[in-house]
């Protein structure tokens, strides 16, 4: 079966680094887009970036642009996220979610990891 298993969160200061990962098995890794997506305290799921099959071709939400940078291995079948500048605004639980396939701005997702925490303190 699908599984996504997200790792890498943590407690980081004001300016700090972290990167997350996702393992992903039970599916052709290669052959889908993959998104981060985030859940703050109290507040609904944001869509932190996207990248599609191949890797060549990613998407960011504004509030991330130019900090955060998605990848993936698909020799490994792992999505990762390299968080860079972390602030406050960004504590959130992270989820990597599968779509169901294509690229564009209506990505739709049929699988989603547990999620890890992400808490940056100020």
């Known amino acids: 079966q699908v599984q996504l298993v997200e790792s890498g969160g943590g407690l980081v200061q004001t300016g700090g680094s972290l990167r997350l990962s996702c393992a992903a098995s039970g599916f052709t890794f290669s052959s889908y887009a993959m998104s981060w997506v985030r859940q703050a305290p109290g507040k609904g799921l944001e869509r932190v970036s996207d990248?599609?099959?191949?890797?060549?071709?990613?998407t960011y939400a504004d509030s991330v642009k130019g900090r955060f940078t998605i990848s993936r291995d698909n020799a490994k079948n792992t999505l990762y996220l390299q968080m860079n500048g972390l602030n406050p605004e960004d504590t959130a639980v992270y989820y990597c979610?599968?779509?169901?396939?294509?690229?564009?701005?209506?990505?739709?997702?049929?699988?989603w990891g547990q999620g890890t925490q992400v808490t940056v303190s100020s």
């Open positions: 979610a599968k779509t169901v396939g294509g690229w564009g701005t209506s990505l739709e997702y049929d699988y």
């Open positions: 990248i599609n099959s191949g890797g060549g071709s990613t």
